[in-house]
């Protein structure tokens, strides 16, 4: 860990931008840099964050996991 080349160290963004080459650019070509970009802010803020079910939070979605904190402060 920590040393040069060791993708573990940053676990989290390498599986973001994985799933972001899976799920929206893979085969896509863009005709501008300002469509690519539109398309992966899209991605980022309209789909990744708010409808995306995750493991580490009982199978809810962002939004739905911090609308139930919001309800249930202490997490119990």
Sequence with gaps: MSRR???HDNAVAVNFFILLKRE????????????ARSDVFDYIAMFYNPKRKH????MLSPADFENL????PQGV
Excluded: W
Aim: proline share 0%; net charge positive.
């Design 5 to 7: 080349g060791n993708y």
């Design 69 to 72: 904190q919001k309800l249930n």
């Design 24 to 35: 929206r650019t893979r085969r896509r070509t863009y005709k501008t840099r300002d469509q």
């Design 55 to 58: 493991a580490k939070n009982g």
